[in-house]
C-alpha cells in the first residue's frame, strides 16, 4: 500500500509533502484533535511507519499509534484516538486500549518518552496479532484477534506536533527469517516438548546458561523476578554465544535477553528460582490460539538439562536437584503454563466497585462509610507468585487504614464480613505493624512500616513461598517472614478500610520494574558491552580508583549522564518531582559525598535535598521524593533534617532552598555513626547520630534544582573538625540562623560539651534538645569561655512545645565545662553554681530566694533571657533588655553562663546584644516587665503601609499615622506581614473626645500591596467592615471575625485607652491572636488565625493618631537594617517627605572605590582609576571595582557622557566573586555566575531575569544622572537614582561583593562618585534642596513643595525626548512668552522615565482640609505665570489641586483672562448643549439672542459651569481634551496632541458629583466614579498654575 496519510484528518491537523506529513496547528494552544489515518487499509505484515518530527514541552502525553476498522471517508473524527469506538486498538503510553478501554497497563516502549527523529510503527501480523514497532525494534504481541481490514491511525497528542510516514511495508529480511523461525517453533510445540527461548533451542542454550551462572556467582542469590506473559513473546533473535567479541549495545541486550531474565526466581529453599542446568520453560499458550494453556494451571512440563540434572514438577511448584554446586537453573512449571493474571474476584464487599478489567478495586462514599471493602483475588496464590498493589487514593477523615493478607476461603463461598479481620478462621492479616492472625494480633511490631503511614502510589505486596512461608512487601522491600507456616491453599485479601479507598493491581511484569529489579544482573551477564566501565567489570582493576558515581536506577524523571557524574531532570519546567538519584556504592566512614548545583529553574518551590539511606538503589522502587520513604533514610530538606519522613531538626544549618546554581552541597557519616552535611564546604554541624556504617548517598532534585554533578576532587574540601559538634565556625552566607550585623568582637558561643540531649549548632550560637517530644531534660549548655564584668550573655527563646511543665533556666557556674559531668538539671549541681528556675533563686540546688522579679516559666517564644555578673559580684537578669535587679551577690570573678534547655524551651540562639553593656544597665530601676518602648528609628521600628483609608495621613516615615478628618476611614495596615510571634504595638498619641468609640485592631489576610494606589476612597470605613478578606479584631471589649461577634468581655476595653496608652498585637506559634495593653498579654483572642497576616488598626472614634513603639526585629538592635539613605527631599515635590535625621550613607568608615584594572577590552580608565571610558564600539565595556562592596555602604557614580549615535544604555549590578581573574565577556548579560544585574527597569540573576518594572528605565538616564548601589544589613541589593532609594531589586546577596558597570551603546563614560562629591544625605544635596523649595509650606505637618524641582545640574528631564517634543508641540502654538515662568526648571515632565526618576508617588494631599488628586503621568507640565494680584502663599497652602481638560483653540482665550472659561468654541471644539446637568447646574445658553452683540451676549448669560477632575485619567478624555494633528519640524512625523490646565481651586467654590459620560468601569483605581467631576461657578474660586500638554 501506499506511504500516505488519508485526506480526512482531525480539525486542526494541515497535511503536506504530498501528505506524508501531519503537522497540529496551534500546538501551544491546543493538546488534541489531532488524529491521522492511513490512505488504506493495513496489509498483514506491513509496518506503517512514522518519524516523530516535532515536539513541545506544554503538555502532557505524547504520540499515540495504532488501528480501527472505521474508514476514514466516512469517520467523525473524535478529539483524540482513544476516542475511537466500533473496533480499534490503541497504543497510548506503554498501555493498549481496545475501544477506549484499557485491555493491558503495561507493554513495549513508553511512547510518551520517545524524542524527535524517533520511528514507531504499528503491524497486523497473519495470526491477527498487534504489533507494536519502535525505531525497528519489534515490542512483541500488544492484542490478538484482530480481523482484517485495518486501517494505521497516528494521534499528534500532547508533545507531538508533527510526523512524516517514512514507509509502510513488511519487515526486513533478518526479522521476516526470525519471525518465519519463531511459526515454525510454535508448529513444532505441538509434537515435541523441547524447551525454547525466543526461537533458539535447549541445546544452543549453553552460552545463556554460563552467563546467568557467572551471574549468579558474582552476585550470589539472584533476585526475583516476575513472569513475562505469554503476550510479551517477541521475535528477537539471540546469538548463539556471549563471546566478548559480539558487539551489543545495552538496549538490544535488554531486548534480547529479557524474556530470560524475567522468568527467573530467587532461590528460597526448594523453589524453583534456582539457576542450574536446566532448561527455560517457555509458556507457549495465548487467549487466542488455545492450544496449550491452560486457566488452573493444571499442566506440566519435564524439563532436560543438558548440564547437570533436570527439574520435574508438578502444578504450582518446581523440584530442584540438590547436587551440582552453585546456582541452578531449575524448569519452571505450573504457573507458567497460563496467562491466568491474577485480579481481584467478582464477589467483593458491598461498597466496592470494580473496573480496569478488575484490576482496580474502589470503595463507594469514602467520606460516608468506613468499612465494608474487602475485595479477593480470582484465584488462589501460586508458589512465589508476588501479589502486588498500588494505592491510588486515600482520604484524610479515618483513622485506619487498608490491611491486607491471605485467606483459605473460597471468595465464591463466602459470605463477606465488614472488614476482614473480624473473620476468626483461615486469615493472615497485616494491620498496621502488626501481624492478626484470625483477627487475633499474633505479631505487635512486624516491620518498620506501618500500613496506616502509607501514602498514594505507595506498594504493598505479599508472597506464599513454596516454604509455606509468608512475606510482606512494602515499595519492593521485603519486610521478612510474617508467618511461618501457612496452608498451600490461598486467595490474596484486600481490606479498603478507613482512609484506604482505592487500590490497583501492580504485575511484577510491567517494564519500568523489569529494568530496575535486573539491572544489576544484566551489567554482570554484560560487562563489556554497551557500557564499558572498570566499576562494573568482573574482575576489577585494583588500581582503578572505586570512584563515587550515581547508579543508574533512578527517578522516572531523571536521567545519569557524564559515565555517572550528573544527574539531572530533563524536563524540569514541567515536573518538579521524581528525581531521586543515589551513589552506585556505600559510602566509608568519614567520605564525603558532594555535589554542585550545575543549574536550577525559578517556577517551584523547594530545591535540592541531600541525605543518605540504608536501601539498596538496584532494588529500591524509587518514590516522587525521597522524604516519602519511610525506613532507612536521612535527608537535609530546606534548613531541616527529616528521619523516614519525620522532622527531626526544624532549624540546621543553611537552607538548601536559598542554594544557587554553582553552590555545593555534601554529606558523610562518621566513624561514630554521626551524620553531617555541608554547604559550600562549610560543615553544618551533626544531624543524625546511630547511623548504621552501610549507606547509599542520596540526592533529591526536587522543585527548582534541574541538574547537579558529583564533586570528585575532595582534597579541596576543608577537613572535617576533630568534633564537629560544636558546628563550623563560619556562617555560611545567607543563613537564617545568621545575625546581620553583630558585633564580630563578641566570641561568646557555647561551648562544644553539653548534655546528652543538647545540640550545638550555627557555629556555637544556637542550641537545641533532639527528641523534645520524647526528652525533657538532659540538655544542659554553657558558655565557651567566662564571662567579663559587666558583660551581658543574653539568648532568645526560638521554640517551644507545650507538652511539659516547667521551662528554661538560666543561670552561671564557676565550674568548668571540661571538669563538669553534666546532669539531668542544672539545679542537681550542689557546689559553685546560681541558677533562676521560675521566680526562684537557686545556690547549689537549694532555694536561697523566691518571687523574684520575673518568672521564666512563663515567657514564650522571641522573649529574650540576659545574664550579667556586675564588677561587685553582683548577678543581674534581664528581660527582654529590662533589668530585673540583684539576683543574688558575692559572685566569685569566673563564672560560666549556663542554659538549661528544661520542659518546655526546646530551641535558644545567642542574640547580637551579648558582650559589653553600660555600666548604666546594671543599676537601672526596674520601671515595668513589659517589653520597652522604642523609639521609632529609621530601619528598626514598624513601619505602616502606604495603603490607607481616605482619611488618613502617615507622618514620620510611616511611624506615625493621623486621622485628619470625620471619625472613621481611618484603616492602616503594617508595611510587612508579621512573623510568627512578632509584636505589633503602637502608642496613642492623640484623641478627640467630640467622638465616640476607639481604636480597632487585628489581623487580616488582605494584602495592602495588592490594594488600588492610596488613597482609598472604596475602602470599608472601619475595620468591623471590612470583609473582602479574613480579618481578626477587637473592638471594645469584643472579638469579631469579618465583622461577626466570635466573643464578649475580652481583656480590657480599648474603648477606655486614652494618651500614652499602648496596644499591640501578634500571631503566636499555636495560630491564635494575642493582644497586648501597655504590654500586658490579655491572652488568646483569636484560634485559628492564618499564617500570612498583617496587623491592622482603625484609628476611630476619639482616637486620632497614633505613633508605633515596636520593632520589626526581635532579637537586638545589633541586627536592624541601617538607618534610610533617603535625602531631604529630592523628588518631585508634590509631597515632600520628613527628612532622615543623620541619614548617613554607611554606618563605618567608607572604603575608597575604584575600578579594577582588569576590564573589558574598549574601556581606558583615567584620574586614577575612578573614571572610566568606552573608546571604540558600542560592547566590551564591563568594569568592576577594585574593593569589595561594604555592607551598607553606598557605591555611588555619574554618568559624564551619553552618545545617542547608539541604543540602549549602560547596566549595573553585583557580582559575588572575584573579579581579578574574571574573563570578561562583550556584555553584562552574558555573565551566568552568581551576578545580578539591573538592566533597564528589570532585574536579572544569572541572565535569568527576576524581576520587571523595578525602579526608573536605566535608558532613559541622561548625562549627570548619578546612581548607586548599596547591599543592607539583611544582605538586600538597592539601586539609588540621585539619591532616591528605589527599593529592594534582589536579596541573598552573598559576601564579598563586587560592584559591576557595562558601558554599553549610548553611555560612553562614568566617573565614581568620591567623598568630595555630594552624596546621599550630604550637606550640598540638602542645600541645594532646601534652596530649591523656597515655596514650601508646612500643612498640619506635612510638608509641600508646590513648584520644586531639581537642581539644573541634576535635572533628569534636561534631555527628556518627550519632553523636548512636548516644548516643540508649545512653541507651534505661539503662545506668548509672557504667560509661562520664566525658569524651565519649574516644568516637570511626567512620562514614565521621568517621575521614575524622581521617584514620585502616583497620589498626593493639598489643601485645608487635605483632598487627593492624582499626579498627571503622561503629560508634561509648563509652569504659568502667577499674577502678581493673587495670595500665592495662601493658594498653594490651602487650596485643592484640580485639572481641567480644553481645547487648542480655546487656550490663549483662557491666558488672557488667567481663569477657566466655559463654552469657549473654536474649530477644534463644539458648542455645548443647554442641559440640565446632574448637579443641579444648567448648560449656559450659547445662541440666546443671536442680534445681541458679543458684550451683551455675556452680560445676559448665566455665570459660566466648569469641569474639573482631581485626575487626568477624567480631564483628558478627548470629549474634554479633544486631540490636533501636527507635524514636528524636527522629526517632520506627524502627532496627535491634547492640552489642559493644572489648577488650584479653593475650597468651598466647588461641588463634586458623579461623571457625566455614563461610564460603567472606574476610570481612576483611586477616585469613585461618583466623586470624580468637581463643578465651579465661582469665577475667582480657581487659579491656572500650570499647562498640561500630551503627545502621542
Not at 501528505?19 to 505484515?45: I, M
Not at 546458561?209 to 551471574?215: C, D, F, H, M
Not at 551440582?324 to 504457573?335: I, K
Request: aromatic share 6%; proline share 5%; with cysteine.
Amino acid at each position: 500500500m501506499a506511504a500516505e496519510l488519508h485526506p480526512c484528518s482531525g480539525k486542526l491537523i494541515g497535511l503536506s509533502n504530498s501528505n506524508r506529513t501531519a503537522q497540529r496547528n496551534q500546538p501551544v494552544q491546543e493538546f488534541n484533535h489531532g488524529l491521522v489515518l492511513s490512505r488504506e487499509p493495513l496489509k498483514d505484515r506491513d509496518v506503517f511507519t512514522v518519524r516523530i518530527d516535532k515536539k513541545v514541552n506544554s503538555w502532557s502525553g505524547s504520540i499515540e499509534i495504532g488501528v480501527t476498522s472505521l474508514d476514514p471517508a466516512g469517520l467523525d473524527f473524535p478529539s483524540s484516538a482513544t476516542g475511537l469506538k466500533g473496533g480499534s486498538w490503541i497504543v497510548s503510553g506503554c498501555s493498549v486500549l481496545r475501544d477506549g478501554r484499557s485491555v493491558l497497563e503495561e507493554y513495549g516502549r513508553d511512547l510518551d518518552q520517545l524524542s524527535e527523529g524517533d520511528r514507531v510503527g504499528i503491524q497486523r501480523s497473519t495470526h491477527g496479532e498487534l504489533h507494536l514497532w519502535v525505531n525497528g525494534q519489534d515490542c512483541g504481541a500488544a492484542a490478538s484477534g484482530l480481523p482484517t481490514g485495518l486501517w494505521a491511525v497516528v494521534d499528534l497528542y500532547g508533545k507531538c506536533t508533527q510526523v512524516t510516514v517514512v514507509s509502510c511495508e513488511p519487515p526486513s529480511l533478518a526479522e521476516r527469517d526470525t519471525e518465519r523461525e519463531t511459526v515454525e517453533e510454535r508448529e513444532q510445540e505441538d509434537e515435541e516438548e523441547e524447551v525454547v527461548v525466543c526461537g533458539v533451542r535447549e541445546g544452543e542454550f549453553g552460552g545463556l546458561t554460563s552467563a546467568v551462572n557467572l551471574a549468579a556467582a558474582t552476585n550470589g542469590t539472584l533476585e526475583e523476578v516476575p513472569e513475562l506473559p505469554p503476550t510479551h513473546n517477541r521475535p528477537d533473535k539471540f546469538p548463539n554465544n556471549l563471546e566478548p567479541e559480539t558487539v551489543l549495545t545495552e538496549h538490544q541486550l535488554f531486548d534480547v535477553l529479557n524474556n530470560a531474565i524475567v522468568s527467573l526466581y530467587r532461590s528460597e529453599d526448594n523453589g524453583g528460582g534456582d539457576l542450574g542446568g536446566g532448561g527455560i520453560a517457555r509458556d507457549s499458550g495465548t487467549g487466542s490460539r488455545g492450544d496449550r494453556g491452560s486457566s488452573s494451571g493444571g499442566g506440566s512440563v519435564n524439563g532436560n538439562s543438558s548440564d547437570s540434572g533436570g527439574g520435574t514438577g508438578n502444578t504450582g511448584s518446581v523440584n530442584s536437584p540438590a547436587g551440582g554446586g552453585g546456582a541452578r537453573l531449575g524448569a519452571v512449571t505450573g504457573g507458567m503454563l497460563t496467562n491466568d493474571a491474577l485480579l481481584f474476584h467478582e464477589k467483593c464487599g458491598t461498597l466496592i466497585k470494580l473496573s480496569n478489567n478488575n484490576k482496580t478495586a474502589e470503595r463507594r462514599r469514602p467520606l460516608d462509610e468506613f468499612n465494608n471493602g474487602v475485595v479477593m483475588t480470582n484465584r488462589p496464590l501460586r508458589h512465589n507468585e508476588m501479589f502486588e498493589i498500588r494505592i491510588d487514593k486515600l482520604v484524610d477523615k479515618w483513622s485506619g487504614s487498608i490491611e491486607i493478607g491471605v485467606t483459605t476461603h473460597n471468595p465464591n463461598n463466602l459470605d463477606y464480613p465488614a472488614t476482614m479481620t473480624n473473620l476468626r478462621s483461615g486469615t493472615i492479616m497485616m494491620s498496621g505493624c502488626g501481624i492478626l492472625t484470625n483477627g487475633k494480633g499474633t505479631r505487635r511490631e512486624y516491620c518498620e512500616f506501618s500500613l496506616d503511614e502509607l501514602q498514594e502510589g505507595d506498594h504493598i505486596g505479599l508472597m506464599h513461598k513454596a516454604s509455606g512461608a509468608l512475606h510482606f512487601y512494602i515499595n519492593g522491600i521485603d519486610q521478612g517472614v510474617a508467618a511461618a507456616q501457612t496452608p498451600a491453599v490461598v486467595y490474596a485479601v484486600v481490606d479498603l478500610y478507613g482512609m484506604a479507598v482505592k487500590v490497583t493491581i501492580v504485575h511484577n511484569h510491567n517494564h519500568s520494574d523489569r529494568l530496575r529489579r535486573n539491572n544489576a544482573i544484566m551489567r554482570a551477564l554484560s560487562p563489556d558491552v554497551g557500557r564499558p566501565r572498570p566499576a562494573h567489570s568482573l574482575t576489577p582493576d585494583p588500581d582503578t580508583p572505586d570512584r563515587l558515581l550515581f547508579h543508574s536506577n533512578c527517578g522516572q524523571k531523571a536521567a545519569i549522564i557524564s559515565e555517572g557524574r550528573t544527574a539531572l531532570r530533563p524536563h524540569a519546567t514541567d515536573d518538579f518531582n521524581h528525581g531521586v538519584v543515589l551513589s552506585g556504592r556505600p559510602l566509608h566512614s568519614n567520605e564525603v559525598f558532594q555535589v554542585r548545583i550545575d543549574k536550577m529553574v525559578d517556577k517551584w518551590a523547594g530545591s535540592i535535598e541531600i541525605g543518605v539511606t540504608t536501601h539498596n538503589p538496584a532494588y529500591l522502587q524509587l518514590p516522587s521524593t525521597m522524604t516519602n520513604l519511610r525506613s532507612g533514610t536521612w535527608m537535609m530538606t530546606g534548613n531541616g533534617v527529616m528521619h523516614n519522613g519525620t522532622t527531626i531538626l526544624d532549624e540546621y544549618g543553611h537552607n538548601l532552598d536559598r542554594l544557587k546554581a554553582g553552590d555545593t552541597v555534601g554529606v558523610v557519616r562518621k566513624e561514630d555513626g554521626s551524620l553531617h552535611f555541608f554547604v559550600n564546604g562549610v560543615a553544618q554541624g551533626p544531624a543524625a547520630w546511630n547511623v548504621p556504617p552501610s549507606v547509599y548517598a542520596v540526592v533529591d532534585l526536587y522543585g527548582q534544582a534541574a541538574q547537579a554533578t558529583i564533586m570528585d576532587d575532595v582534597a579541596d574540601l576543608p577537613p572535617l573538625p576533630e568534633d564537629s559538634s560544636e558546628g563550623p565556625t563560619v556562617m555560611s552566607p545567607g543563613s537564617p540562623c545568621s545575625v546581620a550585623g553583630g558585633n564580630s568582637a563578641n566570641d561568646l558561643r557555647f561551648h562544644q560539651l553539653h548534655g546528652t540531649n543538647a545540640v550545638i549548632t550555627n557555629g556555637g550560637r544556637t542550641a537545641l534538645r533532639q527528641n523534645c517530644r520524647s526528652e525533657f531534660n538532659d540538655a544542659i549548655v554553657i558558655s565557651n569561655r567566662c564571662l567579663r564584668d559587666g558583660e551581658l550573655f543574653e539568648i532568645v527563646i526560638q521554640k517551644m512545645v507545650d507538652r511539659w511543665s516547667g521551662s528554661i533556666e538560666a543561670g552561671v557556674t564557676a565550674i568548668r565545662p571540661e571538669e563538669l559531668e553534666f546532669p539531668n538539671t542544672m539545679t542537681d549541681i550542689d557546689y559553685d553554681t546560681w541558677m533562676l528556675s521560675g521566680t526562684a533563686i537557686m545556690q547549689d540546688g537549694n532555694t536561697m530566694r523566691n518571687n523574684y522579679g520575673c518568672d521564666l516559666d512563663t515567657l514564650t517564644t522571641g522573649s529574650r533571657i540576659g545574664m550579667m555578673r556586675s564588677a561587685t559580684g553582683d548577678l543581674h537578669y534581664y528581660i527582654n533588655g529590662v533589668d530585673q535587679g540583684v539576683a543574688c551577690t558575692g559572685l566569685p570573678p569566673e563564672v560560666y553562663a549556663v542554659i538549661d534547655l528544661y520542659g518546655q524551651c526546646v530551641q535558644v540562639s545567642i542574640t547580637s546584644s551579648s558582650g559589653p553593656q553600660d555600666n548604666s544597665l546594671c543599676t537601672s530601676n526596674i520601671t515595668e516587665k513589659s517589653f520597652p518602648i522604642h523609639s521609632p528609628v529609621a530601619g528598626v521600628a514598624h513601619r505602616l503601609h502606604s495603603k490607607h483609608g481616605k482619611n488618613v495621613v502617615l507622618l514620620g516615615e510611616g511611624c506615625q499615622a493621623a486621622r485628619v478628618g470625620g471619625y472613621s476611614h481611618g484603616i492602616v495596615f503594617s508595611a510587612k506581614e508579621l512573623k510568627t510571634d512578632e509584636l505589633f504595638e503602637v502608642k496613642i498619641d492623640k484623641v478627640d473626645d467630640q467622638w465616640s468609640g476607639s481604636l480597632h485592631m487585628g489581623l487580616t489576610t488582605l494584602a495592602p500591596p495588592e490594594l488600588p494606589s492610596c488613597p482609598m476612597s472604596g475602602m470599608s470605613p472601619s475595620l468591623t467592615q471590612l470583609r473582602s478578606k479574613v480579618t481578626w479584631l477587637v473592638a471594645g471589649s469584643e472579638v469579631r471575625r469579618n465583622g461577626l461577634l466570635q466573643r464578649q468581655n475580652y481583656g480590657a476595653s480599648l474603648d477606655r485607652l486614652t494618651v500614652g496608652n499602648r496596644v499591640g498585637v501578634k500571631r503566636c506559634s499555636d495560630d491564635t491572636m494575642h493582644v497586648l495593653i501597655d504590654g500586658e498579654d490579655m491572652g488568646p483572642a483569636a484560634t485559628a488565625v492564618a499564617k500570612n497576616v498583617y496587623a491592622v488598626l482603625d484609628l476611630y472614634g476619639r482616637v486620632t493618631a497614633v505613633s508605633i513603639v515596636s520593632s520589626s526585629v526581635l532579637e537586638d538592635a545589633g541586627s536592624v537594617k541601617a538607618p534610610s539613605l533617603s535625602s531631604d527631599s529630592c523628588s518631585e515635590g508634590e509631597e515632600d517627605r520628613t527628612p532622615v535625621e543623620g541619614g548617613e550613607p554607611a554606618l563605618v568608615p567608607n572604603t575608597v572605590m575604584a575600578f579594577l584594572e582588569n576590564h573589558g577590552k574598549n574601556i581606558q580608565l583615567s584620574h586614577e582609576n575612578l573614571t572610566a571610558a568606552r573608546v571604540s564600539s558600542y560592547n566590551q565595556g564591563l568594569l568592576v571595582t577594585a574593593q569589595p562592596l561594604p555592607r551598607q555602604q553606598l557605591f555611588q557614580f555619574q554618568i559624564d557622557r551619553l552618545n545617542a549615535s547608539w541604543t540602549s544604555s549602560l547596566s549595573l549590578g553585583v557580582i559575588g566573586h572575584s573579579p581579578d581573574r574574571l574573563n570578561f565577556p562583550s556584555t553584562a548579560c552574558c555573565l551566568k555566575r552568581s551576578v545580578w544585574l539591573l538592566q533597564r527597569d528589570s532585574v536579572f540573576h544569572n541572565s535569568l531575569k527576576i524581576c520587571e518594572n523595578y525602579g526608573p528605565n536605566l535608558d532613559t538616564c541622561p548625562e549627570g544622572t548619578v546612581l548607586g548601589l548599596l547591599v543592607d544589613g539583611n544582605s538586600c541589593l538597592h539601586l539609588y537614582v540621585n539619591g532616591m532609594d528605589q527599593g529592594v531589586a534582589a536579596q541573598d546577596i552573598p559576601t564579598p561583593c563586587y560592584p559591576l558597570i557595562d558601558l554599553y551603546g549610548q553611555c560612553e563614560q562614568v566617573t565614581i562618585v568620591t567623598n568630595n562629591v555630594a552624596t546621599v544625605g550630604g550637606e550640598s544635596v540638602k542645600a541645594r534642596c532646601q534652596g530649591d523649595m523656597e515655596k514650601a509650606d508646612m500643612v498640619d505637618g506635612i510638608k509641600e513643595s508646590v513648584c520644586w524641582m531639581p537642581h539644573a545640574e541634576v535635572n533628569p528631564n534636561k534631555t527628556c525626548e518627550y519632553q523636548a517634543l512636548c516644548s516643540r508641540f508649545k512653541d507651534l502654538l505661539t503662545l506668548p512668552d509672557g504667560y509661562f515662568n520664566e525658569d524651565a526648571k519649574y516644568n516637570l515632565c511626567y512620562c514614565e522615565s521621568c517621575h521614575k526618576l524622581r521617584g514620585d508617588e502616583s497620589y498626593y494631599k493639598r489643601g485645608e482640609p487635605p483632598r487627593d488628586y492624582a499626579l498627571p503621568f503622561g503629560w508634561c507640565r509648563f509652569a504659568l505665570r502667577i499674577k502678581p494680584h493673587c495670595d500665592v502663599s495662601n493658594s498653594f497652602k490651602q487650596w485643592h489641586i484640580a485639572y481641567h481638560g480644553t481645547s487648542v483653540g480655546a487656550l490663549r482665550r483662557t491666558l488672557d483672562h488667567a481663569q477657566l472659561l466655559s463654552g469657549t468654541s473654536s474649530i477644534f471644539s463644539v458648542s455645548p448643549v443647554k442641559t440640565e446637568g446632574p448637579n443641579g447646574y444648567s448648560e449656559p445658553e450659547e445662541n440666546s439672542s443671536n442680534s445681541l452683540p458679543d458684550r451683551d451676549r455675556e452680560r445676559d448669560r448665566e455665570v459660566p459651569r466648569v469641569q474639573l477632575s482631581p485626575t487626568m485619567r477624567y480631564s483628558g478624555l478627548e470629549i474634554f481634551a479633544p486631540k490636533v494633528q501636527f507635524r514636528d519640524p524636527r522629526s517632520h512625523c506627524c502627532h496627535q496632541a491634547q492640552v489642559g490646565f493644572q489648577v488650584c481651586v479653593r475650597p468651598g467654590s466647588y461641588k463634586v458629583g458623579p461623571q457625566t459620560l455614563g461610564a460603567i468601569e472606574p476610570l481612576d483605581p483611586c477616585f469613585s466614579n461618583t466623586e470624580i467631576e468637581w463643578i465651579t461657578k465661582d469665577q475667582g474660586g480657581t487659579l491656572l498654575y500650570g499647562l498640561l500638554i500630551r503627545v502621542e
